[in-house]
């Protein structure tokens, strides 16, 4: 693709590195914001900027939160007891938007995957045991996709956590086998969560 001007060229090359954003797209979105008031690219490059270097990460669930613990995390009325594993930000805003869970979450940051060279030391997996072990923990919901990455860091979470006292489930299988847990509709999130089994019952399936 031949460019005319070495700045939009640069635009288009920075904006292509975004996921799903071909060459062609990028172009599109580069010369629809020089098309707009430069007020409003200015307000996106701020609010990009104010993201990347003000965005925190919540101290006790890892979720993204503008502040060292989260609203979730800081809310007393939810269940505390409660933990609703996930694997990122998106799969807690999913199950927020069906408004049926009111305990708390644990984001791992990814799931254990060793053909991409991520193990259990480079997800927030082992804050996750030191919660079980300190107490105050009654339930584990195991809420990552099914797929077998997902089957796998379950899996060796529950390794690490059968042991104590409390209760580990996994969301039911309205979620079909394969897909990812933020794409699923609130109805069917919804239903997995309530009709949750035992996580040893999900080993034998």
Known sequence: MDFPSKLLENAVNEM??????????ALRLVLHLLRQPIEQTTDLTTALD????????????YAISDTNLC???EKPSRDHSIICV???????????????????????????SPIDGVGPSQLN????????KNGGVSEIIFALSSTMEGDTTNFYI??????????????ARG???????QYADEVTLGRSLIHRVPFESSLKI
Request: proline residues 2%; charged residues 25%.
């Open 125 to 132: 997996i082992l804050p996750l045991i030191d919660k079980v």
């Open 71 to 73: 609203e979730i995390c």
């Open 16 to 25: 292509a590195q975004l996921p799903g954003i071909g060459k062609r797209t």
């Open 50 to 61: 104010l993201l990347r270097n003000e965005i925190k990460y919540c101290k006790s669930c």
């Open 86 to 112: 996930v694997e990122d930000v998106r799969d807690v805003m999913a199950l927020e938007n069906t408004q049926l869970y009111k305990g708390i979450y644990h984001v791992l940051g990814g799931k254990i």
């Open 175 to 181: 979620i079909a086998v394969g897909d990812e847990l």
């Open 158 to 171: 529950y390794k690490q956590i059968k042991d104590y006292e409390i209760i580990t489930s996994t969301i």
